[in-house]
C-alpha cells in the first residue's frame, strides 16, 4: 500500500509533506502528471491521496485534470486521506462540487499572514498551531466556493479560504506548507513574470524567507506529524496487512 502523489509540476511536489511521511512509515508512489504519466485508474494499494501545486489552472480544459477529478471524487467517496496542496487544493475543490476562480488582486505571492478561522482553531490538524501564522503564497486563482458541507479552516487578507475541509479525511490548503527554503529561488527562476505581476522582487522574497522561514519550518512540521499520525497513520495500513496475512 502507498500514499499516491499526483505532481503536477518538476518542481512541485510534495517536498517536506512527503519526507515527514516517509520518516512515519509511509511509501510514497509518486505519479509525474507533468511528464505525460496518467492518473491512476483505480484506488487500488492506495493508502490516500495528495494532489501537489502546479503552475497551471484548475479549470484548464485537460484530458488529465478530468481524469483527476474523478478519481479525487471517488477517493474521498471512499473515505481515503486526501490533500489537496495550492493547485491541488482548487482541483480537490472542483471535484467536490466547489469552485474556482482569479484571484481579484491577481495574485498572492510571497510571506502573507494566515489566519485560522474559531473552527480552524478547534480542528485536530492544527492543534498547536498560531491562530496566526506567516506562509508562503504562490496562485493567482484561489477557491471562491467551497464544496457543499467543507468547512473554512483559514484565512487571508487577500484569500477568504485559504485551508478548508470536509469530513475527518479531506482537506486542501491554498499556501504552501510543503516548500523548502530554496524552493523560492527555483520558482522565482522558473517565473520571474511572477514576481512582476505581484510587483515583488527576488530580493524581497530572499529577506521574507530569512525572517519567516525558521517559525514556519517548525509550525508546518507540527502540521505534517499531526497529518502522519492522525489523518494518514501508517499503523493502519500494517493493520491491513496482518489481516490480510491471517486470511
Known sequence: MALVILQHGPTAGAMRLGATLRDYGHRLRVIELNAGEPVP?????TDGIISTGGPMSANAESPWIEAELELLARADEASLPVIGLCLGS???ARALGGQVAPMEGGIELGWHEVTLTPVGAEDPL??????????FHWHSDHVSVAPEGARVLAKSAGCPIQAWARGLRTYGFQYHPEVYADTVETWAAEHPEDLVQAGVTLDDLRAQT???FDVFERLSRRLFESIALLLMPSDRRYQGLVKDLHH
Open 41 to 45: 485508474r483505480n484506488l487500488d494499494d
Open 90 to 92: 482548487q482541483v480537490l
Open 126 to 135: 492544527h492543534a498547536g498551531i498560531a491562530w496566526t501564522s506567516m506562509q
Open 210 to 212: 530569512r525572517t519567516h
